[in-house]
Structures are given as structure tokens and as C-alpha cells.
């Protein structure tokens, strides 16, 4: 039988090593399939673990921001504020943050272990403690805490720390989703030391020397649960790593088990082909045994998942498997006898055709990422393998392509580019990716000029407030769609977050075309906008840096916009302004107002409170005065008109509040100690304060402290200031009313205050605006609104002032008109607190 067989496989040479070309095939198509599938595992293992490494990093820095935030509010109101006050405000944080124990305020002498920790910057975070928080008798093992210092400084030096003490199951919650899934979550400190995790006690020496050359990437070793991977990210806020390691085993199982099924396929495929020739040559029928192989070999590749088609040499389809046809919508009779151009889709260029026939021309297979067309005309992304079956004679007699359809990854990872470049609320470009095409178009250094646009929406705060963000997210699209309809083609469009937009052109044009456009976006900013069933208006304020592409770089073009932006705010917003040269020497001006401002509020000898008499506008009587802030530097008078504004738009205005509120108040106690007839105080509060911080508290907290009834304060806030509905401003003024502190409408007739507000508001005291008053005599509009403006308040049952009294004549048409109290110079200027004093006793003498 064996010599039958043997005869037989003599004769029949060319079938016996066809069949041997098919199986070589097979298992080259196989090897890179399998080959690939292995790649891919462990590029998705690392892809993965980064993607866990950022995310992590992200709730990590952004839980510890709000931690040291936190810390070092208390450590600036250490020696500033009562105790009282002090722990209120440490419950006060606390409550806001879950990932905190406790707060301590240690002095130094009892904080060694901050002051021996070498560090060059003002936190400073020590590895975990035993223990539920700093100082605690009740040492529990099973609990652990995380402290980070914040120093606190009297005259410049440490004179202790406020010691923040962090829950670390907070974060070993959040590591608990990725810990799960086999990864093991560490967290170090710069310094090696373990915070969180229980497989190093130090951080490895070999990822140690990698921070130092990157803050971020993923090295592999082995261990002794096989191959791993650890992917770390070293935070450039605080001086912590963070590190995820994921083993090789887990990320190939799946690899494993797919590769198993696809050689048990290829081993019974071979089987069978095998098991198929043997008969063929036993049984000696050449024709039919080649008829079975083809019938055997055509059924095993038609019920393959994967597309497969076989051309002849020059590349006409002879044969297509069913996948094929489920996959193109063309049937063999439709394709049979047509190149596989049929399925061009028009997206790849010619030389991508040209290395492809090079390749196969030569006998070597062919594998890459290939687009073709669908019957119907929807694009298709395969994977694509071509391989060429050669004769004994190495002449190419067919070739076979193997298609894997990845239209569905490829659009999964389509979309997450796209989820990850743009705005999730209005689809635009968002900051990051919009930030890398400005600095990759710059970097390139084309020719042609540039124009950068910022677009800041006026007002958007206020319809969040009154309106609900609903309201808000609904202006934010349809400013999207406004702007996007006023685009040229060559413009990126961004939305850089909350309200704020930000425009790329390149080229630009002329200037006068970049000033259309910015014109135009102002102009349709403008239009009201509906929202169910009210109608409001939103302006906005536009910043222009135009520049040639080759002199300038990506960060001066972001900074130059920033600040004709800021320009054009300043210049009453809804318009546009041109960056110049003097934008950047006011912005100088501005930090160095806000450093010097700083080191005011630090020292006792440049800031200074002056008081301006007001008085009964019958009598001439002294019923109060007004609270004025003063600022001497380097004996130069700095105008509050200067650096007011400056205070509010850096936050500074909260601080020196604060320290205006309580230089007042001491004062007041002084002069009620004395007997000295001051009156009622008017303090000015400005709309930051009343929006932004417990002002109402810390007033009354300042009133208790220094035994000052509600009758001797009044506040004083503008007009405009009732135009901002937040939350924070409602609970304060509730406050102030219910303890019958005197609230004081500043500058009235100068904003756009609702009427129905102001009864609502239930204020005491109506300002009219010195603009207004020195018009008496001269401008009969403004004595009608003068008027107007008695006759309103003493309709609300307010009292009157007027503010700018300097001549007799203003005083009696005032007095005439029914005005209650006057302040102005024609009484007195404002004055420091002794020359206050002197007048005083002056007045009461006459």
C-alpha cells in the first residue's frame, strides 16, 4: 500500500506540492494573524493603563487642589482672624471636603516632622501616618493618614502649620475600580516613600530615574507573577507619583484564547486537506480529487467570518467566500471577472496601489489597513492581507485576500479622537486640541499672517444666575451656531470653556476683513436671545492680535488676544479692541498694582480709612459718616478709582473688605468708648464680597467682637450690584436685614436696578449720585431726575442722601426738595480718623 502511495505521489507532483503552497499559506496568514492579534493586546495594555494613569492623576490633583486651597485659606486667617471665627471657617471647609479628617493648626515647636521635611515649596506633603489624624492618642493600626503642611508666618518667618490630615480610604476607593480589574494602584511621594498601595514600600529605583528624565510613561520587567507593566505619571502640581501596574498574562487572555480557536480551525483545516489528498492519491482520480479539494477547500474558506476573494494573476476575481459577499453587497457573478478595483473607495492615492502590486509582483504578501467602498457607497475599513500563491516554477498563479472588517473599531476610535479634540456642549474645537493646531501652524513657520480672536460673552454669569444653566447651556449653543455661520472656510472655531470662544485664522487676510468679522460677531452677539418665555440680551467683548506668521510665537499670540480682550471689556464691553503695545505696558501695571496691593494688606503703615461727615439736611447736623478707603505708597496717594477695580477683578477686594470692616469697626468701639458722637457708620461692600464670601457673617462676627449695635452700621453697595441674583448675594442681604443692620443703595440712577427689586429689597437708604447733584442749577434733567428720585424713595419709605454737595445752593434746593441727610465738600472732605474726631467736637461746640 505504502509503494502505491508512493507511486502515486510521484506522478502527481504538482497536486502534492499545491496542496503543501495552500497549507504554507495558511500558516503564514495565521502566523501574522496571530502575530498581530499579540501586538494589539499589549498595545491596548498600554494605551489602557495610561488612559487609568491620567484619569487618576486627574481626580488625584484635582481632590488635593481643593484640599491645599483649603489649608491655605486657614494658614493666611491664622493670625488674622478670632478663634472663633477661625474654627468656623475650618467646619465650614471641612464639610466641603470629604477626602479631609481634620484640619490643625499646630505651632512649629509641635510640628517637627513639617519643619525637617526639605522642601521648595510652600506645601509639603509627609508620607502616611498611623492613626486617624494628626495629634491622635487613639492609635488604631488598621488606619492610616496622610498629612500635608501648609506654614503659617508672622513678619516673614514660620511660626507653625496648619496641618491637613487626608482620609487615604478616599482615594483607595477611587483605586478600587482599577485595582479590580488585576491593575495595582501605588501612590509615592518624590521621595520614594509609599502613600497609598501595598507592594512597594519605596518607589522602584528604576522608575525613580525615569521621572527624572520624563514625568510620564511605562517600563516593563518581570517579577514573580510573570511579565508586567508599569505605567506612571508624576504630577507636575505636587510632587507625588502616581503608578499602575497591569500584568501581561491578564491583558493576553483573551489573545490566548482566540489564538487557541484559530489553530484548532487550522489544524482541522490541514487535517483535512491532508486526510483529502491521501484519498485523492490513494484512490487515483486525479480530476475528481482535484474537484473534492476545491469543493472541501472552497466550503472550509466560505464559512470563515473573515471576506476572502481569490484572482488570477493579473488580478480578475475568480472566487468570493459568503463573508465577501455579506461585506461589499456584491455577489460573485457581479465581481467575477473585475479587478478588485470595484471596490475603490477614491481614498487612497495611486502610489498607495503602486507599492501595493510591487509587493505581491515579487511573491511577498501584502498586509495593511485598506478602505474600500460599498455597494450601496458607505466606506468599509478592513484589514487587509494579500498573499500570493506561486507555482513550482515561482510563477504566480492566483492570489488570495484575506479581509477583516475593523469598521467598527475604527469608528469607535474616530470617535474618541473626536470626543477627546472637542466640546462636548456645542461640538467646536475645545481648548486642547484647538491650543496644538495654533501651535502646530506657528511652529511650521508659513508664510502669510495670522489672526487670533478671544470672545468673552458679557454678562453670562447673570443668566446662570437668574435663569438656570439650562438657560445658559442653551445660549452657549446658539452663540456656537452664530459664530460658526459667520466663519470663513480657512478659520478654526473653539470654545475654550465656560463662556469664552476663541477664533484661528490662517491666512488672515486683510485687517480690514479681520475688522468686519470681529464687528459682525459683535453685532450678532447682540441680537436678544428667547428662551421659553423670556427675551434677554447677551453682549460680548472681542480681543484681536493680528501678527506675521514668521514673528511671533503660539504663547504671545494667546497672551496679545488675552489682553485686547481685557481691553475691550474695560471699554464697556459689546465691542472689539486691537491688541497694542500699550495693552501690555496697562497689564504690567495692573500685576504690579495687584503685588503692591498684596503687600499692603500685609503691613499696617500704607493703607488707611478716612470718613466724609454726612449730615440732616435741615439742620446741618452730623448724623454719621461714610467709611472711605486710603492708600499712601512710598508717600505717593494711589486713587481707590485705581485700584478698586483692580482689587475686584483679582479677588482681592474679599481681603481688603475684610480688613476695612474690621479697622471700622475697632474704630467705632473707640470712639462709643469715649462718648464721642460718631453716629451711623456707612461701610462700602462691594458686589464681589457680597457674591463671593460670607461678608454678613464676618460683619456680624466683627459687631459681636467689638460691642457695636446694629444701629450704629449701615451698609453701602451700588446699584448694580442688585443686577447679580447669585445665591451667596441673596443669603447675605437676608442677614443684614434680619439683623436690622441698615442697608444703603449707593449711586442710584447710574445702573439699570429693577424697580420691583428695589421694593423688594427693602432697602433704608437711597444715595442719589453726585453726577446728579451737580447739576442743580444747571441742567434741568437733572433736577427732574433729582426729583424723581426723592419722591420714589419716600414712596418706598426710604430715606434720602445725596452724595456731592459742594455749594449753598445745591445744599438748600435739596433741603427744599425734601432730601434727608447731604454729604459732600461744602461740609467737609474726607478725613482720617483724628481730624473726623476734632470736626466732631467742633460741631457739637457750635
Known amino acids: 500500500m505504502l509503494k502505491i502511495i508512493s507511486t502515486i505521489i510521484q506522478r502527481q ?130 488606619l492610616e493618614y496622610w498629612p500635608i503642611c501648609v506654614p503659617y508666618k508672622l513678619h516673614g518667618e514660620v511660626v507653625g502649620y496648619v496641618i491637613g490630615s487626608i482620609n487615604l480610604n478616599y482615594y483607595q476607593s477611587l483605586f478600587q475600580s482599577v485595582s479590580s480589574s488585576r491593575r495595582e494602584v501605588s501612590l509615592f511621594l518624590f521621595t520614594g516613600e509609599n502613600v497609598i498601595g501595598n507592594d512597594l514600600e519605596l518607589l ?143 481614498v487612497h492615492e495611486r502610489l498607495f496601489f503602486k507599492e501595493l502590486w510591487s509587493t505581491i509582483s515579487r511573491g511577498h504578501s501584502w498586509r495593511n489597513e485598506l478602505i474600500n467602498r460599498h455597494k450601496d457607497g458607505s466606506l468599509i475599513t478592513v484589514d487587509q492581507t494579500i498573499t500570493p500563491v506561486v507555482s513550482h516554477k515561482d510563477e504566480i498563479e492566483y492570489f488570495i485576500a484575506v479581509h477583516e472588517d475593523i469598521t467598527d473599531r475604527k469608528q469607535a476610535e474616530q470617535q474618541v479622537l473626536y470626543m477627546a479634540q472637542h466640546d462636548d456642549l456645542t461640538g467646536l474645537a475645545n481648548r486642547r486640541y484647538f491650543e496644538q493646531c495654533l501651535e502646530d501652524c506657528v511652529s511650521k513657520r508659513q508664510y502669510g499672517s495670522v489672526a487670533l480672536m478671544f470672545i468673552d460673552l458679557d454678562r453670562f454669569k447673570e443668566i446662570n444666575d437668574t435663569l438656570g444653566h439650562d438657560a445658559g447651556d442653551a445660549l452657549l449653543k446658539r452663540v456656537a451656531n452664530k459664530l460658526q455661520s459667520l466663519m470663513p472656510d480657512e478659520a478654526l472655531l473653539s470654545r475654550l470653556g465656560g463662556d469664552e470662544f476663541a477664533i484661528f485664522l490662517h491666512p488672515a487676510g486683510t485687517e480690514a476683513q479681520i475688522h468686519h468679522l470681529a464687528q459682525s460677531i459683535v453685532s450678532a452677539l447682540a441680537v436678544p436671545f428667547d428662551y421659553r418665555d423670556t427675551t434677554f440680551s447677551v453682549s460680548c467683548s472681542v480681543g484681536v492680535s493680528m501678527n506675521e506668521i514668521d514673528s511671533i510665537d503660539a504663547s504671545a499670540l494667546l497672551r496679545q488676544a488675552d489682553l485686547a480682550m481685557y481691553r475691550a471689556k474695560h471699554s464697556g464691553k459689546n465691542t472689539y479692541r486691537f491688541f497694542d503695545e500699550s495693552m501690555d505696558e496697562n497689564m504690567q501695571r495692573r500685576v504690579a498694582t495687584q503685588r503692591h496691593l498684596e503687600e499692603a494688606l500685609s503691613q499696617s503703615d500704607q493703607l488707611s480709612l478716612h470718613y466724609q461727615p454726612q449730615v440732616a439736611a435741615l439742620s446741618e447736623e452730623s448724623i ?193 426738595q425734601g432730601c434727608d441727610y447731604l454729604q459732600g465738600y461744602h461740609f467737609a472732605r474726607p478725613m482720617s480718623a483724628i481730624d473726623f474726631e476734632q470736626w466732631l467736637l467742633r460741631s457739637v461746640t457750635l
Open 204 to 346: 522602584d529605583e528604576k522608575l525613580q530615574s525615569l521621572i527624572m528624565e520624563r514625568s510620564w510613561g511605562e517600563v516593563r520587567g518581570q517579577g514573580q507573577e510573570g511579565e508586567y507593566l508599569d505605567s506612571y505619571r508624576a504630577t507636575s502640581f505636587y510632587p507625588i507619583v502616581i503608578a499602575i501596574r497591569s500584568y501581561n498574562k491578564d491583558a493576553l487572555a483573551n489573545w490566548y484564547h482566540d489564538a487557541q480557536v484559530v489553530k484548532t480551525i487550522f489544524a482541522v483545516l490541514a487535517s483535512v486537506l491532508v486526510l483529502m489528498l491521501a484519498m485523492y492519491l490513494v484512490l487515483r482520480h486525479k480530476r475528481d480529487q482535484i474537484q473534492g479539494n476545491n469543493y472541501l477547500l472552497s466550503m472550509a474558506i466560505r464559512s470563515t467570518a473573515n471576506a476572502i476573494f481569490i484572482t488570477d494573476p493579473k488580478g480578475k476575481i475568480e472566487w468570493v467566500n459568503d463573508a465577501f459577499i455579506r461585506l461589499t453587497g456584491y455577489s460573485l457573478k457581479e465581481v467575477r471577472g473585475k479587478t478588485p478595483r470595484v471596490l475603490n473607495s477614491g
Open 13 to 142: 507532483t504538482v497536486i502534492v506540492a499545491s496542496a503543501v503552497i495552500v497549507l504554507l499559506v495558511m500558516a503564514i496568514s495565521l502566523q501574522n494573524i496571530l502575530v498581530r492579534g499579540y501586538e494589539r493586546s499589549l498595545e491596548e495594555q498600554s494605551m489602557t493603563s495610561a488612559s487609568l494613569a491620567y484619569a487618576l492623576e486627574d481626580s488625584v490633583i484635582r481632590s488635593l487642589q481643593s484640599a491645599v486651597g483649603a489649608l491655605q485659606t486657614i494658614s493666611v486667617n491664622v493670625l488674622e482672624r478670632p478663634p472663633r471665627t477661625l474654627e468656623t471657617l475650618k467646619n465650614r471647609l471641612l464639610h466641603g471636603l470629604p477626602q479631609m479628617r481634620s484640619i490643625d493648626v499646630v505651632p512649629l515647636v509641635q510640628a517637627k516632622q513639617c519643619s525637617q521635611r526639605v522642601s521648595n515649596t510652600e506645601v509639603l506633603f509627609l508620607p502616611s501616618q498611623k492613626g486617624r489624624f494628626w495629634g491622635d492618642e487613639v492609635m488604631i493600626p488598621e
Open 624 to 816: 454719621g459718616a461714610e467709611v472711605l478707603v486710603r492708600w499712601q505708597r512710598g508717600g505717593e496717594w494711589i486713587s481707590p478709582a485705581d485700584f478698586i477695580p483692580i482689587a475686584e477683578d483679582s479677588g482681592q477686594i474679599i481681603e481688603l473688605g475684610r480688613w476695612i470692616i474690621d479697622t471700622a469697626l475697632r474704630q467705632l468701639a473707640d470712639w462709643r468708648d469715649r462718648d464721642i458722637p460718631v453716629g451711623k457708620l456707612s461701610i462700602n461692600i462691594s458686589t464681589i464680597q457680597l457674591s463671593n464670601s460670607d461678608v454678613a457673617l464676618e460683619l456680624l462676627e466683627g459687631m459681636r467682637l467689638y460691642n457695636i449695635p446694629a444701629k450704629a452700621i449701615a451698609i453701602e453697595f451700588t446699584e448694580t450690584t442688585l443686577m447679580v441674583r447669585s445665591e451667596q448675594l441673596i443669603r447675605n442681604l437676608s442677614l443684614f436685614r434680619n439683623h436690622n443692620i441698615s442697608i444703603s443703595i449707593d449711586d442710584f440712577g447710574t445702573g439699570y436696578c429693577s424697580l420691583s427689586y428695589l421694593k423688594e429689597l427693602e432697602a433704608h437708604y437711597l444715595k442719589i449720585d453726585q453726577s446728579f447733584v451737580g447739576g442743580i442749577g444747571k441742567n434741568e434733567s437733572d433736577e427732574c431726575i433729582v426729583i424723581a428720585t426723592i419722591a420714589m424713595a419716600k414712596g418706598l419709605h426710604m430715606k434720602v442722601v445725596a452724595e456731592g454737595v459742594e455749594t449753598v445752593a445745591q445744599a438748600e434746593y435739596l433741603a427744599h
